[in-house]
């Protein structure tokens, strides 16, 4: 049994251990499948904010938006205190990426956990994401994600809805005709969209890895399957040649300037900034990173140097016209659930505007995945992918961290008092 298939296994039976009373009493859709959301105001995710209106959901989808106590029947949720908005949208995690149960270090190539512990790691990071009000995350990418996707997507276990790439290309995946046999293979294997390494990690200096010619293909195969192709970038070459190639959109982009901002935004690229989290979750867990891979002492040092070098090109992304900043924060192993903390630095130290920042992580986001018709808005036809947090996220973005409701696809899986704040 290979391990895509040992992780479906224990997959399934986290479903089957899950689904007795617990499940069925917590979880789901109300009887009749009509849901009443009130709460002091809506926020719709393009810009736009409404009082005195509350939200029809049924049979799992945005049935309509009316005024307050104009629905008769089913299951009214008085969610007082609070804003309603859709689902944050986080572009860019990873769910597989865990710290091991017996060393409670990086998992890796040495790690003893198995496969086993690889599902059930996964389906726990999906889970608290959605507690967070994370509602769709697109991630890049583990072999994991593909019958965890797919539990999601049937109601089997509770989480977020899934993208995912499964695996990636590198330089490791050969000359340009290799790379297109790849993402044959990656596309015929269920993948949503292709993750490209263009460039090393911030931490050995960001340099491009692929050439021009590589790119090219990749992208232009990416586009013969109807799939998205995401770089991860950080200097400007490498972003550029991804512009050129016709790519979807540059993730990290830490060292970029001014000049390559603009390109991306001519080219109609998404621009996908990692300016926070990823830094403050190394650091806090430095000693569970140290001596794996390139985490070293020296590739710590070039993170800590990197932090200033990232903001200052987010502020300097804020000031391109029509340059599309999505939400993604690349959460890997102790950052799950903390997407939001992202969302936040952004608005305080990046200076980007509150509502700015939530149209990042909802109907912008949306529409970099090709979902926009789908989720991300508070519009009739829609999916029921919203939550609800205390207080005003439109005026003070730390309200995101106070998630009381939590809905996806229509079904209720968190609902709380609103916090005292």
């Known amino acids: 049994m290979n391990q895509a298939m040992v992780i479906a296994t224990v997959l399934s039976t986290i479903f089957l251990a899950c689904s007795g009373e617990a499940t069925v009493s917590n979880f789901g859709s109300p009887e009749g499948g009509l849901i009443v959301l009130r709460a002091d105001r809506i926020l719709d995710g393009t810009g736009q904010m409404w009082t005195d209106q509350e939200i029809v959901v049924r049979d799992g989808r945005i ?35 865990h710290f091991d149960r017996d060393t409670e270090r990086l998992h890796s190539a040495e790690s003893t956990d198995g496969a086993e512990d690889q599902a059930l790691y996964a389906a726990e990071n999906a889970w608290q994401m959605l507690m967070s009000g994370v509602t769709t995350v697109q991630s890049l990418g583990g072999w994991e994600d593909l019958p965890l996707r797919e539990a999601v997507a049937k109601g089997s276990l509770p989480g977020p809805r899934i993208i995912t790439s499964l695996s990636s290309i590198t330089e490791a995946s050969g000359d340009p005709a290799q790379i297109r046999v790849r993402i044959d293979e990656l596309a015929e294997a269920g993948a949503d969209v292709i993750k490209i390494f263009a460039s090393a990690s911030i931490r050995v200096g960001g340099l491009p890895t692929l050439s021009q010619e590589q790119l090219n293909a990749a992208c232009e195969q990416a586009k ?198």
């Open 224 to 421: 013969s399957h109807k799939l998205r192709a995401v770089v991860h970038a950080h200097g400007p070459e490498s972003a550029r040649r991804a512009a050129n190639a016709g790519c979807s959109q540059i993730e990290h982009g830490a060292l970029l300037d001014h000049e390559t901002l603009e390109i991306l935004s001519a080219h109609g690229l998404y621009f996908d900034p990692h300016i926070h989290l990823i830094f403050e979750n190394y650091f806090q867990n430095q000693a569970r990173y140290i001596g794996i891979g390139n985490y070293t002492e020296q590739g710590f040092q070039q993170m800590r140097d990197a932090v200033p070098t990232a903001l200052a090109a987010f502020r300097t992304a804020l000031t391109v016209e029509g340059l599309n900043i999505v939400f993604g924060t690349d959460a890997v192993a102790g950052a799950h659930g903390k997407n939001w903390t992202e969302l936040a630095y952004r608005v305080q130290e990046g200076g980007q505007e509150p509502m700015a920042a939530i149209i990042s992580a909802t109907s912008l986001a949306a529409e970099s995945l090709g979902l926009e018709s789908e989720v991300g808005t508070v519009a009739v036809g829609l999916a029921g992918d919203l939550i609800a947090v205390t207080g005003d996220p439109s005026k003070d973005i730390e309200a995101l961290e106070h998630v009381s409701f939590v809905m996806r696809n229509g079904n209720v899986y968190k609902h709380e008092p609103p916090s005292e704040r």
């Open 63 to 97: 049935d309509n938006i009316t005024e307050v106590g104009q629905t008769v029947g089913g299951t009214v949720y008085e969610l007082t205190g609070t804003t309603l908005l859709p689902g944050l949208i986080d572009t860019h995690v990873h769910l597989g990426w």
